[in-house]
Structures are given as structure tokens and as C-alpha cells.
């Protein structure tokens, strides 16, 4: 054969097993790995040791001790979680109307950049499963960029009777057993997991729960799960902080059957997340079937907290107190340390960037997060922010906003707040000013921010009046 010809072959040769290697994985080139996101719905800390899946993910994986939300509020924080970005950048303020909803989000084309549409560039087959964003109508809104996998409801609070956009056909759902919605969520994701695994393709996927949202819905099975069990009486249960901000000044003690009530929901919750926990262990079956588990990152948080007699309120959210903005965040998966806690502040706004470093994906520039790899691996990056950042915008009096507070639940005018490891610094858009010293006042009963020394306060008012303001990591790291 002829030294060209040869050469010519040799190179289509060549271009051919470098081909078979791109399409099936080479041997020596890691899998990307896969991404499962578990994001429930107002759960609250306290709900934890009701959680055995979880709590063996904290035994396996790492946990974030400071990890807040940008809004305890259902779509605001969602919109920061899909985005990276603050609310200030997403426009997302709010549940519905001109400063909420998925009508702004859509609006603003926030739905065209999302940890989602990164993973898709990036070779992922993708899933939403669940909750997405408040006014979104399974019927006649379409699915948004980036999702391979669509399995999303509208009102679906109740668990049962509600309708379910699949890959764009409606189907309603009863009030069978078999039709509760987590569920069905968790027939589906297993289902997800072993044909992704089948097509030896890197997969994420969104599992975002209604529960343990009011109603406070559990399974038929569930429902009789933990007689006798009554809300926590933590020290701030039923107390007023000293020097209350307006709102919350004149509120009265719980009365008897108030304290009633809360007791009765925390149960209703404990009971509800049973099938969220089962969810996870059937997530995790399906993983272990298919043989990807060990090639998995596993996330598990909230949207928000809540609270349930704290500080005199009935149960509800929308506050800058640590039960509804510090929720959980765990995660397992390869090269996550076992058994670790990291203390450093995170946000709702770190986990697209994080899931697009996993991916290998960029990150635009406008994602005010930063990836979490380092600390999950037991690193501390060289520069890392001091402080989370919440921005509500309040009092909320939709009719038609499943979060809108109820008689003496808590309902705050517009605030921002800055929470670090060690304190909670809020101010109020009528310009009341809360600051909690956590690391003698965990319970945030001492409201000393008029006690400040001129400096302190200035410095707090400028980190926050300049968080308020920023764009981009750099520019959000404070």
C-alpha cells in the first residue's frame, strides 16, 4: 500500500475509534456525573429527625450549617435556585402579580438560562417533576427551555385531584390512593433514572415536592403515623422577642386552641414528608438497579422554613427569622466528604453554579452564586462570601397566593437582611431594624440593633445596602 494511502487510512482509523469513544465513553474519561435535586416545599429544620433517608445522606455526604434562601417564600426563592441569581436580578419578588410569579419569570426570560438549560448544552437528559413555579397552568402554559422530561402540576397542595402536564399532555389525577402526587413523582423519577442509565447518558433531575406544604396532605398510609406528637416548644415558642420590629409588636400569646391547631399541623407535616422520605429510598433503589448510584450527586433542601408558634405566630413564612430562612441542604455523591458540615454562608443562588460545575458546563456571568464543589470536597475556597442575603417585598395580600398569610401568622412589610455565620441584620423598608447576635442569642429573642455601636451599624447598613446592589459572584461576594 502506498506511504499516502496508508497515512490516509491510518488517520480514518484513527477519527473512527476517537468517535466510538465520544459517542460510548472512553474508559479513561470519568462519566460525567448524574444530579438528582430533591426540593420540598416549607420544610422546616425541625422536621429533620422525621427523616431517616435524610439523615443517613448527612452520614454519607455533607451538610450546610448556614444555608439560607434569597425569600421564604415559595417563587422567589425557586426563581434564585433555577437562575443563580439574587431577586433583584430575577425580578422575582413575590408569588404573583407585577413583582411575582411565573408570569414575571417568564416574562423576563428568566426560564432561557437555568441550571437546566446549561446541563442540556452539556450532554444531560433532563427532568422537572413536581412544583415548579407559582401561576404556572399545567393546561396552558408549555414547557419551558432545558427540560428533556416534563412532569409538572398546577395546584397539586392537596396531594390528590389535581392535573399534571406530562411532556405536554394534561392527565387528571384523582383521589385514588395510587394518585397521591409524591407518589407518582417517585414512579416517575425511578422510571427516569432507568432509561437515562439505559442510554448510558449523564441525567438531572428536579424532584420538587408540594409536601410538605399546606394542606399538610400525607399519604393514606401515613396518616396515622406519630400519635400524640406535638409541635417543639423551643424558648422562642410563644415569645416576643424584646424591642420587636412594628409588625409583630402587638402580637398577643397563643391562645389554647391556637396552640391546639399548631400542635395538630406539625404532626399533619411529620406525617406528610413519610412519602418524601420514601421518595428518596425509591430514587436511591432505582440508582443502585441501574448501577449509577455511586455516580450520583443526591440534593436535598427547601425552598423555605417555617414557623409554627415561634415568636407568637400562627404557622406561616415570609419572615427574616432563621425558621423560615436557614433550611436544610445536604449532599452526597462522589467526592463529597462524608459526615462534614460546612459552616461557611450558602444560598438557593450557589446550586445552579454548582451543578453546572459538576457538569462541566460554564457559567454565564450573570449567576450571582458560586459553585459549592470546593466545600463539598473539604476545601475552603480562598475567597468566599461573609453574608446571605434575603429580599422580601411584603405585606402580601393576594387572595389568591397560596402563601397569603393568615389571621396572626406574620405578615412583614417590604425588608432586606443580611444573615452571616454569626448574626441576622434586617431592615425594614419604614425603617424599623432588627440585629440578633446567634452566636449568644440562637433563638433571635433579643432584638439589639439599637444598642449598635455607630460603627457597627454603618458597616452592616453598607454590606447590605451593597448586597442589595449587586450583580455577578465577585460583585455578591460581601
Known amino acids: ?277 420514601k421518595m428518596i429510598g425509591t430514587v436511591q433503589a432505582a440508582l443502585d438497579k441501574a448501577g449509577v448510584r455511586d455516580n450520583t450527586h443526591l440534593v436535598f433542601t427547601s425552598d423555605n422554613g417555617y414557623h409554627m408558634g415561634e415568636y407568637r405566630l400562627t404557622p406561616g413564612k415570609q419572615t427574616a427569622f432563621d425558621t423560615d430562612v436557614h433550611v436544610p441542604l445536604v449532599v452526597t455523591g462522589p467526592g463529597v466528604k462524608a459526615g462534614a458540615t460546612v459552616n461557611q454562608p450558602a444560598e438557593n443562588i450557589d446550586l445552579r453554579p454548582t451543578f453546572e460545575a459538576l457538569a462541566g458546563a460554564a457559567t454565564p456571568a450573570q449567576v450571582d452564586g458560586e459553585s459549592l464543589v470546593p466545600l463539598l470536597n473539604g476545601t475552603s475556597p480562598p475567597e468566599w462570601r461573609t453574608v446571605g442575603l434575603v429580599e422580601h417585598h411584603g405585606p402580601d395580600f393576594d387572595q389568591t397566593d397560596p402563601d397569603k398569610p393568615a389571621k396572626n401568622s406574620g405578615n412583614p412589610p417590604t425588608y432586606e437582611a443580611i444573615r452571616s455565620t454569626g448574626y441576622t441584620y434586617v431592615e425594614y423598608a419604614n425603617g424599623a431594624k432588627e440585629y440578633y447576635d446567634r452566636t449568644t442569642d440562637p433563638q433571635e429573642l433579643h432584638n439589639t440593633a439599637a444598642q449598635l455601636p455607630p460603627e457597627k451599624a454603618q458597616q452592616l447598613h453598607d454590606t447590605l445596602r451593597a448586597m442589595v446592589a449587586c450583580h455577578g459572584a465577585a460583585g455578591c461576594r460581601h
Open 1 to 277: 500500500m502506498p506511504q499516502r494511502a496508508r497515512m490516509v487510512l491510518t488517520s480514518l482509523l484513527a477519527f473512527a475509534l476517537a468517535s466510538t469513544a465520544v459517542a460510548c465513553g472512553s474508559a479513561d474519561a470519568p462519566a460525567k456525573p448524574n444530579i438528582v435535586l430533591v426540593l420540598t416545599d416549607d420544610l422546616s429544620m425541625n422536621l429533620l429527625p422525621y427523616l431517616p433517608h435524610v439523615q443517613e445522606m448527612a452520614r454519607n455526604g455533607t451538610s450546610f450549617a448556614n444555608y439560607t434562601v434569597t425569600d421564604s417564600l415559595c417563587c422567589p426563592s425557586r426563581s434564585s435556585l433555577f437562575t443563580g441569581m439574587l431577586p433583584h436580578n430575577t425580578g422575582v419578588f413575590t408569588n404573583g402579580g407585577e413583582d411575582g410569579g411565573y408570569k414575571v419569570f417568564h416574562g423576563r426570560g428568566d426560564d432561557k438560562s437555568t441550571f437546566a438549560t446549561s446541563l442540556q448544552q452539556a450532554g444531560y437528559r433532563t427532568a422537572m417533576m413536581g412544583k415548579y413555579l407559582n401561576g404556572y397552568n399545567p393546561k396552558s402554559d408549555g414547557i419551558p427551555p432545558g427540560w428533556n422530561e416534563w412532569d409538572v402540576a398546577g395546584n397539586g397542595y392537596r396531594e390528590f385531584t389535581y392535573d399534571l402536564n406530562e411532556n405536554g399532555t394534561v392527565k387528571h389525577y384523582g383521589k385514588k390512593p395510587e394518585d397521591y402526587l409524591v407518589d407518582v413523582m417517585a414512579d416517575k423519577a425511578a422510571q427516569f433514572v432507568t432509561d437515562s442509565a439505559a442510554q448510558h447518558t449523564p441525567f438531572a433531575m428536579e424532584l420538587a415536592t408540594f409536601a410538605p406544604h399546606g394542606p399538610y396532605t400525607p399519604a393514606p398510609r401515613d396518616a396515622d403515623a406519630f400519635p400524640g406528637l406535638t409541635a417543639p416548644r423551643d424558648p422562642a415558642f410563644d415569645t416576643l422577642p424584646s424591642s420587636p420590629p412594628p409588625w409583630l409588636a402587638s402580637r398577643t400569646p397563643l391562645t389554647d386552641k391556637e396552640k391546639q391547631t399548631i400542635d395538630q399541623d406539625f404532626r399533619k407535616r411529620a406525617q406528610a414528608v413519610q412519602s418524601v422520605d
